[in-house]
């Protein structure tokens, strides 16, 4: 049951990590598109977006399964949580949304409101990055 969990818990968080390396140039390239280009291209970042969801969450719930069959841990697991919890917070509080206001502008044909939700989301994405790279860090020490 533990390999099973572990491999789970480390496919969920790659996939956590990996979704989001090319969304800020998808961003970047719906927000200069033409609004009918944008707008088609809306189910492909909401698609993006519960990947994102579903993997840290995916992620945290794994890695507290993983816990709880090891028992103990080291300490440095626990900041790990902290950092994955943090994560989860700042995409919940922050780049949902952003998101929202993304997707809203992109119906409206609001390039600029559009361009500026993307750098917010952007800047959140490379905040989780780090995070995620902070976490990752403490199940290796």
């Known amino acids: 049951m533990f390999l099973v969990a572990k491999w789970l818990h480390i496919a969920i968080a790659s996939a956590w990590f990996g979704h989001k390396l090319l969304v800020p140039s998808d961003l970047r390239q719906i927000s200069?598109?033409?609004?009918?280009?944008?707008?088609?291209?809306?189910?492909?970042?909401?698609?993006?977006?519960?990947?994102?969801?579903?993997?840290?969450?995916?992620?945290?719930?794994?890695?507290?399964?993983?816990?709880?069959?090891?028992?103990?841990?080291?300490?440095?697991?626990?900041?790990?949580?902290?950092?994955?919890?943090?994560?989860?917070?700042?995409?919940?509080?922050?780049?949902?949304?952003?998101?929202?206001?993304?997707r809203e502008a992109v119906a409206n044909a609001d390039p600029e409101g559009a361009a500026a939700a993307s750098r917010t989301l952007s800047t959140v994405l490379m905040i989780e990055t780090g995070l995620w790279s902070g976490a990752l860090l403490t199940m290796l020490l």
Do not use: Q
């Not at 993997?55 to 440095?76: C, D, E, K, N, Q």
């Not at 917070?89 to 952003?98: D, F, I």
């Open 32 to 102: 200069a598109a033409t609004p009918e280009f944008a707008r088609a291209s809306l189910p492909r970042i909401e698609r993006t977006e519960r990947l994102g969801i579903a993997t840290g969450l995916g992620t945290l719930l794994s890695g507290l399964w993983l816990m709880f069959l090891v028992g103990r841990v080291r300490p440095a697991i626990y900041l790990g949580v902290v950092f994955v919890l943090t994560a989860v917070a700042v995409g919940g509080l922050v780049a949902r949304p952003a998101s929202i206001r993304f």
